[in-house]
Structure formats: C-alpha cells, structure tokens
C-alpha cells in the first residue's frame, strides 16, 4: 500500500503500511530509551511484535513489556505505574485494542500521580488536579478497528471487586502520537473484525444522531459510516484468507481510519445503545464490540420516530442501494448477519435472569443522556425484552 499520510487532528495521526516502526525511530529522535509497552499476552506471538522488538533494539531502546487483560481493573494499572518506575521510564507505548490503549492512559496518569485512581472518575466534583507536565509522553498504536481509543481521551478501567467500568477522563491523557496502520490489523480473525467493526459502526451511527448541535462531528461522523459501510464486509471475508495485497490493506485501512473518526465524532454524545451494551458487558460480559451489534437494531427501531430524517441521510450517503430509514434497520440486520453475528441476545446465548440488574445499570449510564429520544425505565426494560425475544 503506498498510501501514507499524516494528520494534527486531534493529535498527531501517522497513517500508512510500516508506520508502526516509524514509531520507534520517533521516540530514538525525541530522546527517549526506556519505553514501557502495554499490550496483551495474545500479541505477542504475532509476528509484528517480534519485528518490533527486534527494531528496538537498533534504535537502542531499551523496552519493558506490561501485558493486561482483556477488560484491565485498577489493581493492573497500579501494578503497571510500579513496573514503570521499577524501569525507570521515560515513555509509554500502547500497543493493541482497546484494553491496553485504557491501560496505557491510565498507567500514563498515575506514574506521578499518588491519588487513587477511581478519585479522578469522569463527573465526580471536584476531582483531584492533573498537571500535564507530569503525564509521560505516550503514544499509541491501534491493532483493531474499534474503540478508537487511540484518538480518545479517556480510559475505562474496571473496579476489581465490584466490576463496574469506571471513566477517567482528561484531555491530558490523549496520545501524543498516533500510528495507524493497517498491517497490524491484517491478521485480526473474524470475529474481532466482525465485533470490533460494529463498535466503530455503532459509534458513528449514534454520535450522528445524538442531540446537540456540532457539524463538525457530523460530517466526521457521516463519512466514518459510509467508510464502514463500504469495507467491513470486505474485512470479514478477508479475515479468512489474510494476505499483504494492496485491496486487504486498503479496506484494512479505511476501517482504521473510520473507527478513530468515531471516537473523534462521539465528542458529541451517544445514545441508548451504548448505555444497554455497557449494563450487558457490566452485568453478562459480553464483549463491548458484541453487545454493540446485538442492540444497535432494537434501540435504533426505539429511536427511529425522532431520528427518520437522519436515519436516511445515513442511508443515502452511505448505502448505495437504499435512500430511507425504513430499509436502514434491516440494512443492518442483514449485515450481522453477514458477519455472522447474533441476532438477539437470547440467539447469544444469553438468558433474561438478570433483567432488571442490566435495566439498573444501564438507566445509571450516562450514553443515554444525548440520546435523540428520552429513555426511561420502561424503555429500557421494553427494549432488552425484545432483544432476548420475550413476548409481550
């Protein structure tokens, strides 16, 4: 792929196939040598990794490895600040989804920060002060096409005993720099490309439709989806046979570009379906990217009466073959289909036990507060019936 490119929005965003070890020659150029890398234990054997490590070391940087779980709780960032101090660290490498970019930030924040971590909780009043002079220099690199965490300013980490995900939040924490290329998302199987797909999806379909006026997170968000819509598909099939040629790196790389356009676009708000994906991974642990995709038809049909109009900008811009929000929703149910995703939580697996714990959770997230329809209790106990197909 010859495309490469370089964007200051809203960090620095070096993009193109090998940029990832242009990050290495970077940190060498700015002076540092003893990076901490966060990441996760199913990397390590990818081949990309082991070019990594190998580059470092001609750049004569001295790497220290911190490996977190798939959902990282507070007890694994404290240990992370400890591993680098033990190291004597100068800067933080993010290197992976979601997890370990919420990791990194949060390993970033209290390296030199005493406070517990849960003291700095996005709305809590008056939160203890973080100096960004203090935050070491961190950047990230983005091995799925989802959460767009890379270009965000937050991390979600879990309590260890109650297993709520906590927010912290600060602009502080946004990467440095950011490299996204499409090589380290060439391997990624099916069903993360499936997953991770619909979580940068949904993304840039809710901040479209979230209440509040911001145009330039809705041309972001309107370009992100026709980007999905165009190359997810292709991703998917691609996932079963993986092979470095110029069409698998382009749609690899759209979908790169896509997923932190979302996050960038989610400044705007969200809406009810994150708020019912965050109560079923609290509440079932379902992965984020899953619950996404299972809920995003339900709670779309709930908002479809306030949202038609949008609902059809969304299809004309960027579905081809339909102009309207009525072929909008089935759209979307014949792609999950196509990825081989449920259709309803109850095809998931999942049985309706806990049905009022997710409705106490989900009602206590904040996503549903831009959403373009109130939601109330009702609303949410309605809507979880119809995705675990519970008849009236």
């Known amino acids: 792929m010859s495309t490469k490119a370089y964007f200051s929005f809203p960090t620095n965003i070096y993009y193109g196939a090998h940029t990832y070890l242009n990050s290495l020659t970077d940190l060498s150029l700015r002076g540092h040598q003893r990076p901490l890398l966060v990441t996760n234990k199913e990397l390590l054997q990818q081949n990309f990794i082991k070019t990594y490590l190998q580059k470092s070391k001609d750049e004569n940087l001295r790497i220290e490895t911190f490996l977190v779980s798939s959902d990282p709780t507070k007890t694994q960032v404290d240990q992370g600040a400890t591993v680098y101090k033990k190291h004597k660290g100068d800067c933080i490498i993010a ?168 996050a960038i676009a989610f400044q705007k708000g969200l809406g009810v379906t994150h708020s019912c994906a965050h109560a079923l991974s609290t509440v079932y642990h379902l992965p984020h990217g899953l619950a996404n995709a299972i809920m995003l038809p339900f709670c779309l049909q709930f908002n479809k009466t306030v949202s038609y109009l949008r609902l059809s900008q969304l299809a004309q811009h960027g579905i081809t073959s339909i102009q309207t929000a009525d072929k909008f929703i089935p759209w979307i149910e014949e792609l999950k289909k196509a990825l081989g995703l449920p259709q309803s939580l109850k095809e998931a697996g999942l049985v309706p036990d806990k049905l009022e714990t997710l409705i106490k959770v989900a009602i206590k997230d904040g996503c549903h507060q831009t959403n373009p329809r109130p939601v109330q209790e009702e609303d949410f106990r309605q809507i979880f019936k119809k995705a675990f197909e519970i008849n009236p």
């Open 95 to 262: 290197l992976g989804g979601g997890s370990a970019m919420d990791a990194a930030k949060a390993i970033a924040l209290k390296v030199n920060h005493k406070e517990d971590l849960f003291e700095y909780e996005d709305g809590l009043p008056n939160p203890p002060p973080i100096d960004a002079k203090k935050i070491p220099y961190l950047i990230a690199l983005p091995t799925t096409s989802g959460t767009g965490s890379e270009v965000g300013r937050s991390a979600v980490i879990s309590d260890d005993k109650t297993k709520r995900k906590v927010v912290v939040f600060s602009p502080h924490l946004l990467p440095r720099a950011v490299y996204l290329d499409p090589l380290l998302t060439l391997n990624l199987p099916p069903a993360l490309t499936a997953q991770t797909g619909f979580d940068a999806l949904t993304h840039l379909i809710e901040a479209f439709l979230a209440k509040g006026f911001h145009p330039l997170c809705d041309a972001i968000a309107l370009e992100g989806f026709r980007m999905i819509a165009e190359n997810l598909g292709k991703c998917y099939l691609f996932s079963k046979h993986p092979q470095e040629t110029e069409d698998q790196l382009y749609a690899r790389g759209q979908m790169m570009i896509a997923a932190s356009m979302g």
